[in-house]
């Protein structure tokens, strides 16, 4: 990625992350890049409008055009227009997070992230990769989405980390998962990636590309009905696939 791009994503994530004004010296601090590389970026957001300086030397603050911009993408997001009013009715009916990611090669990146209103819940960030392809549901459901021969080239070359005592950091007990997922249509994590986390997905196909539908909650909660979440998750995904 250009260097440009990344350093003017950083600066619009900053100010979401500090909820305040920042000075120029701030966000060159807060970000660890010289002044002078602060001061190109500051004063080319400043012309287009998507910053204001708040008062001399009260610092800079985003104008709400980002917002607005935002806000028209949104409302005319493809794939979240088709998904959300029977994803709502998911989360609404279950009162547990529900997630929608889009696959492209060996990444999953979630585009809907609906919280459930229960206290203790499972919270995640449009944006954000799937956490891990051994641990997570979403990753064992993007390793079934490849092919015998890809899929053993990737387990060949990976790395497992351990993220609690329950993830599975054996090639062959990740290849007997991948395989009991695909023949019954659904992927679990139960503890896997975090303790007290239990995880289903299920994917869905819409213009050659893959998606993946995830509930998320306490374990405490899920782990008595993984089989009467994991038909309501496929259901949904089943008419996700046939709808438009």
């Known amino acids: 990625m250009s260097k440009i791009v990344e350093r003017t994503l950083d600066f619009l994530e900053l100010f979401a992350e500090q909820k305040r004004p920042l000075s120029l010296s701030d966000i060159s601090r807060l970000l660890t890049i010289p002044v002078s590389s602060c001061h190109d970026v500051l004063q080319a957001l400043q012309e287009r409008g998507f910053i204001y300086e708040v008062s001399p030397r009260g610092g800079y603050y985003p104008t709400l055009r980002l917002y607005e911009a935002g806000r028209v993408i949104a409302e005319n997001d493809p794939v979240t227009l088709r998904a959300e009013i029977l994803l709502r009715e998911l989360r609404d009916s279950l009162d547990e997070s529900v997630l929608l990611a889009k696959v492209t090669g ?3 990146t979630y585009l809907l992230c609906l919280d459930s209103s229960q206290p203790l819940r499972f919270q995640q960030k449009v944006g954000n990769p799937i956490r891990s392809l051994w641990g997570a549901s979403g990753g064992k459901t993007i390793l079934a989405s490849l092919d015998d021969k890809a899929l053993d080239a990737v387990l ?3 790395e497992f980390t351990a993220f609690t005592p329950r993830t599975v950091t054996d090639k062959a007990a990740l290849r007997a998962a991948v395989e009991t997922g695909r023949a019954r249509g659904y992927f679990v994590n139960q503890g896997e990636t975090i303790d007290g986390l239990t995880t289903i ?3 869905f196909s819409w213009q050659k590309s ?3 539908v995830t509930i998320a909650g306490p374990s405490a909660r899920m782990d008595g009905r993984i089989e009467e979440l994991a ?3 496929m259901g949904v995904c089943r008419k996700l696939e046939m709808k438009g």
């Open 106 to 108: 060996l990444r999953g």
């Open 156 to 158: 060949e070359g990976m």
């Open 201 to 203: 997905s299920a994917p």
């Open 210 to 212: 893959v998606f993946i």
């Open 231 to 233: 038909e309501m998750v």
